[in-house]
């Protein structure tokens, strides 16, 4: 897996995001998550001041592709493991 997951999977295992058990640790995570989410997905259709520079424009698109990617991969992977864990096991 990407160091990236591993580091958000981490983050939602040992950080307390409000009350007690896994659903309630990751329901915060995936809920602000969301709106930091969406927020750089608003944010990459603002260009930076001064960014009619190549070189703006293109660390513009940097930043804007790595903090769209992190916060899709911090929401992906608590919903997944959210999933995963209120799931029941048949006999």
């Known amino acids: ?11 939602s ?4 995001m409000g009350g007690k058990g896994a659903r ?5 995570a995936i809920r602000w998550g969301g709106m ?3 927020a750089a997905f608003l944010l990459a259709w603002f260009p930076w001041k001064g960014s009619c520079t190549p070189f703006i424009a293109g660390l513009n698109f ?4 790595c903090l769209y990617d992190g916060m899709l991969t911090f929401v992906e ?3 997944h493991a959210l999933l ?3 799931s029941v096991d048949s006999p």
């Open 77 to 79: 992977v608590n919903h």
């Open 84 to 86: 995963a864990e209120i």
């Open 36 to 38: 930091m989410w969406s």
């Open 1 to 11: 897996t990407p160091p990236l997951s591993q580091l958000f999977g981490w983050l």
């Open 13 to 16: 295992d040992t950080v307390p």
């Open 24 to 28: 309630r640790s990751r329901l915060p």
């Open 62 to 65: 940097t930043f804007n592709l």
